[in-house]
Nanobody, 120 residues
Framework: QVQLVESGGGLVQAGGSLKLSCAVS????????MGWYRQAPGKRRELVAT???????NSADSVKGRFTISRDNAKNTVYLQMNSLKLEDTAVYYC??????????????WGQGTQVTVSS
């Protein structure tokens, strides 16, 4: 049973920093893309950043220069370092992992979400 466990969310003042972690357990195969998404109240879930197994990164324009995604393949863990946080970064942040099925497709797994609240 594959599980994604997130940690590191919380309450922070605007301009502050937080680091999210997401550890994937139970996978028998190497993990392909990993990433972070977020969903604010009343809004759709949106991409924050993704990273391939080789380290290729894609990130939303709204977080470029402030957020950094990284991963440790040996630990099956993805991180999101968030600096210069803004009020509009307040959301539930979800970890995502794509794991090969062994049949030419991928399974798409999600964490339970961790709340990030930025206060003024």
């Amino acid at each position: 049973q594959v599980q994604l466990v997130e940690s590191g969310g919380g309450l922070v003042q605007a301009g502050g920093s937080l680091k999210l972690s997401c550890a994937v357990s139970g996978s028998r195969r190497s993990i392909n893309d990993m990433g972070w998404y977020r969903q604010a109240p009343g809004k759709r879930r949106e991409l924050v950043a993704t990273i391939t197994s080789g380290g290729r990164i894609n990130s939303a324009d709204s977080v470029k220069g402030r957020f950094t995604i990284s991963r440790d393949n040996a630990k099956n863990t993805v991180y999101l370092q968030m600096n210069s946080l803004k009020l509009e970064d307040t959301a539930v942040y979800y970890c995502n992992a794509h794991i090969p099925s062994g049949f030419g497709s991928e399974y798409d797994y999600w964490g339970q979400g961790t709340q990030v609240t930025v206060s003024s």
